[in-house]
């Protein structure tokens, strides 16, 4: 009895205290209210919600209700006559099963409840009814009918809210007439690998051409099956991250999602397609360490599966939950560290920035020009620029690529990890046939009663993923990191210059790191590190000093340091007349170091040998042997492999790797020679001619395949 005395006490207590607090507000509304409540006995048909507004709170007029959100709160406030109805945690309501919500009736001078509770529940309702008609004296059956109209007012807005979630975000923009011919303009340009790059050029990116090149190539293989994924690798300060910038302003931005840093389990709880064909770009590799696994898995199978413990919503119990995210996605990392995840690595193409003085001297020199009103003007054209290869790329759609020349193709098989770099050069080419799909015949076949169409790879495009893969691939396969292998490039040309001066053989010369530092301008903790790798590699070789106190060093590579630049053995130029004719126009998008008039030899470890660019039978291109990629024969007694004979008539002689004396390379080259004498190469058919860009690589039989072309490939 005394706590029924109490809280009836306590409820007669409140109305006072809440007219006190509400004082101010009761004020300003007073003379609405006051006709409100004279002219409303029942409760009127609530009309249609507005929409939302920076103003939380709507006064009403008599005989109507009224709706206000504010967004940044989540609350929504309603109005029924004089009371006024206040909302929140509506969008915590994940399914349409519960609408589970923070209620706050309250009536100007006459009090307020307010009670967290499930509207779907007729026993929460009743008991919210009950009290708040006891708290505002009021009939229970005016607040039943003013709480079921809220809870159709939520009902409508949370279906709503989630019309318009389930669409799909980044909507793909409706192009104008004008947006699409400018785009088209583009993809069908002869000139289109040279046009991107020359695009690059006027959006403030200096040199980096393979880099640039290949960045787009990689992001547009998003489109594929099995796109690329690459790695941009270099040291602080580099230009990295502006490399990567500059990749994806080019694409539409409802096709990337860019992360500063991810958790390990973050993207196993993606919304199932939220990254599908799309780009994932992280800008710190280091900020993706814990979730290195997911992107491994993504990477490689093309989705993410994960078991995962919950509450049914239903029972309350805890039940096994699975969560899904399917791809493909195309990866895009950058780090400034020299020891990266082995197994993530292997899975992308690494690119290196050039940190050389020419390419500073030439970010300084844009930098300045920045600056003056024609810099003023070309960042104002830059968006024109960017918009173009948006809408472009918007025009791609995904595509079956065949590769009629696949047979004739060779790779490097000397180590298990070109397994999939085997796989990245084939995909390097698939994209760049799918980049030029608006210049090319879209043939058509059936299958099973399904007509499919696919576009045909030309030697052009093999010829072009060549030249990108003997500098990307080249590196990749490589033992050093770039940078490593760069510095073994300037000592090596340091003690060659050191020896012509003072008249010494290699092996006599010693150097110490000051001059190294001296000589290259690297700081000196950088220069440690490089240094250190290439003694563990046996490359230099570590002396005491004349003090006792210092160390000086002393070059084991017997390299020479043309030779220590990236290069992929094993290529094929398919048609060597087509695909060096083809090439010349792209040629300046690969490496310098391998212009197409040089290369009709191969300058290896073992001297100079013919190549297919040309009427040899060997790999196509000319370059360095691998560091440390395979052992190689006994000095002295390396028994060559002689050349089989393929259809193609194009083989890959095998490379051996590490070290070799001049007097070994002179006699591995002449017996290689003796070995390959006997091919003749009058036994080769003359090979075809390339067709010009955009035409048809070869016509398949007419009873299977249509070669008609079809209409210009629309926007997907």
Known sequence: IASVATSVSDAECIPSLVAESEAPRAEREAVADKRASRESSTVPSPIPAASPSTQPRT???AGSSAVASDAASDELILRYGDRRWRVRGLGKNAGPETLKVNLLVSREGAGFHVDTLELYSARQRAHFVAQAALELGVEEQVIKRELGAVLLELENLLEKRRAESAAPEGARPKLSDEEREAALELLRDPRLLERILEDFERCGVVGERTNKLMGYLAATSRKLEAPLAVVIQSSSAAGKSSLMDAVLALMPEEERVQYSAMTGQSLFYLGETDIQHKILAIVEEEGAERASYALKLLQSEGELTIASTGKDPATGRLVTQEYRVTGPVMIFLTTTAI???????????VLTVDEGREQTRAIHERQRAAETLEGMLAKAERAH???VHRDAQRLLRPMLVVNPFARELTFLDHATRTRRDHMKYLTLIRTIALLHQ????????DHRGRRLEYLEVTREDIAVANRLCHEVLGRSLDELPPQTRRLLGLVTELVAEACRTAGLERRDFRFSRREVRERTGWGNTQLKLHLGRLVELELLVVHRGKQGQSYVYELAYD????HAGPHLAGLTAVGAGGAEASGASVADTA??????????????????????RGAGAEFAGGGRGLVG???GASRGDETPQIPQQSRSNVTALPVSGGKARPGTRRAAASSVAAAAAPASPAASPPPASAPPLGTAARESSPSVVSTAPVAPPEAG
């Open 591 to 612: 490496s310098e170091a391998h212009p197409a008039g040089a290369a009709s030899t191969t300058s290896t470890s073992r001297g100079s040998e013919g190549t297919s």
């Open 559 to 562: 390299g020479e340091a043309s």
């Open 438 to 445: 608006h210049q090319r015949a879209v043939r058509t076949v």
């Open 339 to 349: 020891e990266v995840d082995e197994e993530l690595l292997n899975r992308c193409l």
């Open 59 to 61: 006064s009403a007029t």
């Open 629 to 631: 990629g395979r052992s």
């Open 385 to 387: 620029v960017v918009k």
